[in-house]
């Protein structure tokens, strides 16, 4: 096996440590480096990075902070289930990008991506345990690993919680589990925060209830691409969003749009197909205010951007209504008027960010 080596200055809350990072071949995808402190470590796919995973971090950065360590999130990305049943996969909530930044939030000091193509599915619990013990500077160095209630790791999920406390015990580190976070939905139902929990919210449209358990908004990053053109037409101009992400069930949203130049737009967003045009289904932002909504006037591109090829974040606040068909254009217009209106009002309304009751789940 052929090592390459680069070094690199991970930077925390805690300083500046230097850190030699390993790329190693494709049968051993993990790359580790060399830590001095204490670590405390979390594993999972974090899809989302939900409530129930900021609490799970925040005890981390607790037992850390304790010892004056750190935190690492190792993050397994994408889902397992993409390379071992591909047809089971679930739908992705969030990117690598998007989880290293809110996983940092949460208290992580080092977030590090784990491929599960690379061959780590096929390592047994006790040798994927001994590869990240080992991988980070020896046993020594690897105090506490916190998880959650249905934590399973190693071939086949053989792992649990009950095997990791086991091999902790002889490898000199605790394991701790964190039970599931209850939230309160809309209609006063307690759920517990997990990603499927926001998949399932996300299929119905409850939009509103999803980022109560995700903290925040639901948030679809994504591309400007060629569209009909049909918006500019009829005074609405809409901006056809390609994105990789799983959206909210088809219907007509209220929403933010935030350009990658940070300005914000409330935006009223179509997702599904357009039945009135027959054509297929999209998703499509009109960003309120980007530019001119009278169909006598010519369109232009938003001040600054290109008419296609810009990226743009859609943050999705309140359901509004179901797609529909329209027998004319005008009452399509019409209706979009109504539409934009109560996006609007949604947006001044709604807090910043949902603050919805939660705890541990009972």
């Known amino acids: ?24 071949g494709k049968s051993a995808p993990l790359a580790f480096g060399v830590i001095t402190q204490a670590l405390v470590i979390t594993v999972g796919t974090f899809d989302g990075v939900h409530r129930g995973h900021a609490a799970l971090v925040a005890r981390a950065r607790e037992i850390a902070s304790a010892m004056q360590g750190r935190v690492l999130a190792l993050v397994l990305d994408p ?18 990008a998007q989880r290293r930044v809110w996983l940092h939030e949460a208290g992580a000091d080092l977030v590090e991506r784990i491929d599960p193509a690379g061959g780590v599915l096929a390592l047994s619990p006790e040798a994927f345990v001994d590869r990240v013990i080992a991988g980070y500077g020896g046993l ?8 959650g ?22 490898l000199g580190f605790s394991a701790q589990v964190i039970e599931h976070m209850g939230v309160a939905l809309s209609d006063q139902q307690i759920v517990a925060c997990r ?3 926001i998949r399932w919210l996300l299929g119905h449209g409850r939009v509103f209830d999803a980022a109560g358990v995700l903290g925040r908004w639901y948030e679809l990053p994504g591309t400007v691409v060629p569209g009909d053109r049909r918006g500019r037409t009829i005074g609405v101009p809409t901006a056809n969003v390609r994105t990789e992400l799983a959206p909210p069930a ?10 990658d130049d940070a300005r914000v737009f409330v935006a009223a967003v179509n997702v599904g197909p357009r ?3 027959d054509r297929p289904a999209t998703i499509e932002a009109h960003l309120i205010g980007a530019s001119p909504t009278q169909p006598d006037q010519p369109w232009r591109a938003i001040e600054g951007l290109e008419e296609y090829g810009w990226g743009v974040s ?7 209504r179901d797609t529909m068909r329209f027998s004319t254009v005008a009452g399509l217009r019409e209706q979009l008027g109504r539409d934009i209106q109560r996006a609007q009002r949604s947006a001044s309304l709604l807090a910043p960010s949902p603050t919805p009751t939660c705890g541990p789940r009972p």
């Open 140 to 147: 020594g160095q690897v105090r506490a690993w916190v998880e």
């Open 314 to 320: 859609i943050q999705f606040l309140s359901y509004l």
């Open 195 to 197: 990603s499927d929990t």
């Open 250 to 259: 088809p219907g007509v949203y209220a929403a933010l749009a935030r350009l």
């Open 275 to 277: 039945p009135t045009f």
């Open 1 to 24: 096996m052929v090592l390459r080596a680069n070094r690199s200055r991970a930077r925390s809350c805690l300083g500046t440590v230097e850190v030699r990072w390993l790329g190693v």
């Open 149 to 170: 209630p249905d934590f399973r790791f190693g071939k086949a999920r053989a792992g649990d919680n009950a095997l990791l406390a086991h091999l902790g015990a002889k």
């Open 79 to 96: 889902h397992p289930l993409t390379v071992l049943r591909p047809e089971a996969a679930p739908a992705r909530l969030s990117t690598f």
